[in-house]
């Protein structure tokens, strides 16, 4: 079992930046790659960005290129996602999830998953 907490969510006008944050407890850290997915009001959970164990490799849904960063500390068991330029589409419930194999784009594949955070953009 992986236990994963968010925190970092809230309000923020359009334009603005969010910083999340994933804490991980239970099992190895390092063997899981690592992913944020959201889900909006009315939508589908859907991919947002990954990072492989080691940090070498990243991956972002076109939506969120250039303007959201994702980066892990496996030393303390934690993925943060830095949110700049935000918009109002990005208005969603933000997850952090933990997979151990497979497509870090399929929101399916992943093996656990975190209570989610409210991140809200306004106009």
């Known amino acids: 079992q992986v236990q994963l907490v968010e925190s970092g969510g809230g309000l923020v006008q359009a334009g603005g930046s969010l910083r999340l944050s994933c804490a991980a407890s239970?099992?190895?850290?390092?063997?899981?790659?690592m992913g944020w997915l959201r889900r909006a009001p009315g939508k589908e959970r859907e991919f947002v960005a990954a990072?492989?164990?080691?940090?070498?490799?990243?991956y972002y849904v076109d939506s969120v290129k250039g303007r959201f960063t994702i980066s892990r500390h496996n030393a303390n068991n934690t993925v943060n996602l830095q949110m700049d330029s935000l918009k109002p589409e990005d208005t969603a419930v933000y997850y952090c999830?933990?997979?151990?194999?497979?497509?870090?784009?399929?929101?399916?594949?992943?093996?656990?998953w975190g209570q989610g955070t409210q991140v809200t953009v306004s106009s």
């Open positions: 999830a933990a997979l151990s194999s497979g497509n870090p784009r399929k929101p399916y594949e992943y093996d656990y």
């Open positions: 239970g099992r190895t850290f390092s063997n899981y790659h």
């Open positions: 990072i492989n164990w080691s940090g070498d490799n990243t």
